[in-house]
């Protein structure tokens, strides 16, 4: 098993860019997060996602859309970069049903918008 | 709002040395997870704590879970270059609220 996969390691954007940062896992996990983890902040929630089709908000959401097609998959999309969003990203997924929401994170993104 | 502060923020070490770290809160969790993260990395589970009083061992790693289920403590023994990394604790407040509250986590640096 893979386990959470992230695409790409690195990015740099300018202001105004868009893109999709990609998250998938093979462990058939119903539930997937995002976090933002910036110095001195620790990890914040964006969006998650309890299964296919259903989102939502985070601690931390402007700026980020989200949508679950599938199981798999987790895109997290950045409509108009700020350089407020340059952070390093982690996609995780957990198991439905235990009650401890353990999370299997992936390796991350780190984000730069100039 | 449901806060976890750890502390320290930072610790460094000599190898072969003790350590403990702590996260605390004035909110009860159903259950406690710690984290390590190692740099360029994504965090990995350790372990969980549920009950209150409990303690988990990790070879040298000893978690413990407050009686009242709003504190815990890592201590590691005889500390290894190989532990080196942010420590982050992780609370869930259980039942159907799936979001977890992270702490900001500690920084241990074990020096050869």
């Known amino acids: 098993n893979a386990g959470v996969t992230q695409t790409p390691k690195f990015q740099v954007l300018k202001t105004g860019q868009s893109m999709t940062l990609q998250c998938a896992q093979d462990m058939n996990h119903e539930y997937m997060s995002w976090y933002r983890q910036d110095p001195g902040m620790g990890l914040r929630l964006i969006h998650y996602?309890?299964?296919?089709?259903?989102?939502d908000q985070g601690e931390v959401p402007n700026g980020y859309n989200v949508s679950r097609s599938t199981t798999e998959d987790f895109p997290l999309r950045l409509l108009s970069a700020a350089p407020s969003q340059t952070s390093v990203y982690f996609c995780?997924?957990?198991?439905?049903?235990?009650?401890?929401?353990?999370?299997?994170f992936g390796p991350g993104t780190r984000l730069t918008v100039l | 709002t449901q806060l976890l502060e750890q502390s320290p923020q930072f610790l460094s070490i000599q190898e072969g040395e003790n350590l403990t770290v702590y996260c605390n809160s004035s909110s009860v969790f159903s259950s406690l997870q710690w984290y390590r993260q190692e740099p360029g990395e994504g965090p990995v589970l350790l372990v969980t704590v549920v009950t209150g009083g409990e303690v988990k061992k990790l070879k040298r790693l000893t978690f413990q879970f407050g009686d009242a289920r709003k504190d815990s403590s890592l201590h590691i023994t005889a500390a290894q270059p190989g532990d080196t990394g942010l420590y982050l604790c992780a609370g869930n407040s259980g039942g159907s609220n799936y979001k977890l509250t992270f702490g900001k986590g500690t920084l241990l640096t074990v020096n050869p």
């Open positions: 995780a997924s957990s198991r439905r049903g235990r009650s401890y929401n353990e999370q299997f």
């Open positions: 996602s309890v299964g296919a089709g259903i989102t």
